[in-house]
């Protein structure tokens, strides 16, 4: 699995475009409906969002595909790096937004399941459909 920073940089944008307005509805939710009391402010919340991403995506893409060499074949070994790769992105943004005293550890884990998992599908079928990210 090639990487390049461009190609990098583009599944960066698209998954912080996917996730960032998923965590913000999330947090705007949670503070209408008294679930939790911060970050109240817009800007607060769409910094906590693009964090989130931010700690886990370079990771995902530079550090998970060198833990085996087999992760580089296209086949079946992709599907385990995906695996991997997801389930890392899940658990630590969950454990990044509990951290910040947003929400709750099972919260935290829906909403990450939610966003990393429509992220990764639009993903997915936008490189299918268009060739990009």
């Known amino acids: ?5 461009a190609a990098w940089r583009d599944a960066f944008l698209f998954t912080q475009a996917v996730e960032i ?8 939710h949670a503070v209408a409906k008294g679930i939790a009391e911060r970050p109240r402010s817009w800007g607060i919340q769409i910094l906590a969002a693009f964090g989130a991403s931010a700690i886990t995506h370079p990771v995902v893409w530079f550090v998970i595909p060198r833990l085996a060499a087999s992760f580089a074949d296209p086949g079946h070994a992709y599907l385990e790096y995906v695996i991997r790769a997801e389930t890392f992105a899940v658990v630590v943004e969950a454990f990044y937004f ?30 299918h459909l268009f060739g990009w990210p």
């Open 98 to 127: 509990y951290s910040l005293g947003v929400v709750r550890m099972r919260r935290a884990l829906v909403w990450s399941i939610v966003a990393n998992g429509l992220s990764a599908g639009a993903g997915f079928a936008s490189r």
């Open 1 to 5: 699995m090639q990487v390049t920073l």
């Open 21 to 28: 307005p998923i965590y913000v509805f999330a947090m705007r």
